[in-house]
C-alpha cells in the first residue's frame, strides 16, 4: 500500500507519517524541501515540489499512482485537481475561515457565528464578502465535486488553531511565557477572557484524519470539523499556561475594542466573538476523542517551548516592550474606572429558586411567600 502526505513538516505532519507507516502504508512526502523533521524516518521518500502549482505537481507524480493521499499543505484546489485520478482515497485539511462571520462577525445577526459551529453552518457566499473565506470555500466545493464527479473517494476536514511543539507559530503560548519568563504580575484580555476558539493539539489532529484512514467508506464525500472535545476560554488557556511556567498572573478584564495588547490570542487578530466548532459529527461517525487529554497537551506544548524558546529579534522586544507600556496603562485605567462601578448603589438582592419549599404540611405559601 501506498500513502502520499503533501506537506508532512508542520504540526501533524509528523504524526500522519508514522502513523500511515505503522498501518503498513510505504510513504512518500512531498513539500518544497525548506525544512525537515527529525521526526520523520529515514525511509520515507521525500518528493520535492511547489504543490502550489499544477506544473510543479504533474511533474513530479506523473505516472504514479497512490492507495491515499493526505494533503494538509498547498494550493488546495490545485493539489485535488491534480491528485484526483492518481489516489484511491483522497483527504484534504482546509480551516473554518469558509464560515460566515469568523473572521467578520458583525455580518451575522445576532453577531457572530452560531455557537456550536456545526459543518452545516452558513459559508462566505462570495468573493465579495471575505476573500480568503471565500478561497476557503471555493477550495472545499472543488474536493466535493471531484468526489461526486468519481473520480476519488475524497473526505475534507476542517482544522482549528493547531498547537503542539511543531505549530509554526506559537503565539497564544508564547505571549503568556514571555511575560511569567519576565515576571509580570498582570495580562490583559478582552472580556475577562471568556471568549471560546477551537484549538487541536496536533497529536489528536493526526489521530482524527487517520480515523478517516480506517474507514474510508463511512467517511466518503463528507466534511469534518476537528477539533480537540474539550475546550478552554482564553483565560483558562493564560492560567494553565502561567501554572505550567511556575507563575501566577493576575487577569484584567478590559473591553474587546482596547484589548490590542491580547489580539495575537485571537485568529485572524479579531473580535473577541466565539469561534467553537461542533465536532459531534466525526465523534459520531469516526469515533474520534482525544488520544492525549487537553490539559495533558498543553503542558507538553509549554515543556517544549521552555526548552526551544522562539528567536526574538529587536522588532519583537520591542513590540513587547510597547504591549507592556500599553498594559501598564489598561490596568491602570481598568482598577479605577472598576472602583468607580464598585461604589454605585448597587441593589444586591440573594438568589433564591422559583419554586415553594414549605416548612410544614397545608399552608398555601411558603415562608419565602411562594
Known amino acids: ?14 504524526h500522519l507519517i508514522n502513523g500511515l507507516l505503522e498501518r503498513g502504508y510505504e510513504v512518500s512526502m512531498l513539500n518544497r524541501g525548506s525544512r525537515d523533521s527529525s521526526r520523520i524516518p529515514a525511509q520515507v521518500e521525500r518528493i520535492v515540489a511547489d504543490p502550489h502549482f ?48 469568523m473572521a467578520e ?57 493547531v498547537y503542539g ?24 484580555l478582552p472580556e475577562a477572557g471568556l471568549s471560546l476558539v477551537s484549538r487541536g493539539y496536533e497529536e489528536n489532529m493526526a489521530h482524527c484524519l487517520l480515523l478517516a484512514v480506517d474507514q ?14 474539550q475546550q478552554l476560554s482564553m483565560a483558562q488557556w493564560v492560567q494553565l499556561i502561567a501554572e505550567r511556567m511556575g507563575h501566577t498572573l493576575e487577569l484584567v478584564s478590559v473591553p474587546d475594542a482596547v484589548a490590542s495588547t491580547a489580539r495575537d490570542l485571537i485568529p485572524f487578530r479579531g473580535s473577541a466573538h466565539h469561534q467553537l466548532l461542533d465536532v459531534h459529527k466525526v465523534r459520531q461517525q469516526l469515533g474520534y476523542s482525544d488520544i492525549v487529554p487537553v490539559p495533558q497537551a498543553l503542558a507538553r506544548t509549554v515543556d517544549w517551548f521552555a526548552a526551544n524558546q522562539p528567536s526574538e529579534d529587536d522588532a519583537m522586544r520591542e513590540e513587547m516592550r510597547i504591549h507592556y507600556e500599553v498594559e501598564d496603562a489598561l490596568i491602570k485605567i481598568s482598577k479605577d474606572a472598576h472602583a468607580r462601578m464598585a461604589a454605585l448603589n448597587h441593589f444586591n438582592q440573594d438568589y433564591h429558586h422559583s419554586y415553594a419549599h414549605p416548612r410544614s404540611p397545608g399552608l398555601d405559601r411558603d415562608h419565602r411567600n411562594r
Open 1 to 14: 500500500m501506498k500513502a502520499l502526505v503533501i506537506g508532512g513538516t508542520g504540526p501533524t505532519g509528523p
Open 105 to 161: 462577525p458583525a455580518s451575522l445577526m445576532p453577531t457572530g457565528m452560531i455557537v456550536a459551529t456545526a459543518e452545516n453552518a452558513p459559508q462566505i457566499a462570495s468573493i465579495d464578502e471575505h476573500r480568503f473565506g471565500f478561497l476557503v470555500r471555493s477550495a472545499e466545493d472543488t474536493v466535493m465535486a471531484i468526489h461526486a464527479a468519481g473520480r476519488t473517494s475524497a473526505t475534507h476536514f476542517r482544522y482549528p488553531v
Open 216 to 229: 474510508p467508506q463511512a467517511c466518503a464525500g463528507q466534511i469534518y470539523n476537528a477539533a480537540d472535545v
Open 54 to 101: 499544477e506544473d510543479t505537481l504533474e511533474a513530479v507524480l506523473a505516472g504514479r499512482t497512490f492507495d491515499v493521499a493526505i494533503a494538509t499543505y498547498g494550493r488546495l484546489r490545485i493539489v485535488a485537481q491534480v491528485l484526483a485520478d492518481k489516489v484511491g482515497q483522497l483527504i484534504t485539511v482546509g480551516g473554518p475561515p469558509s464560515y460566515r462571520g
Open 165 to 188: 511543539p511543531g505549530q509554526v507559530r506559537p503565539a497564544i503560548l508564547w505571549l503568556v511565557m514571555r511575560r511569567c519568563l519576565d515576571k509580570r504580575e498582570y495580562m490583559v
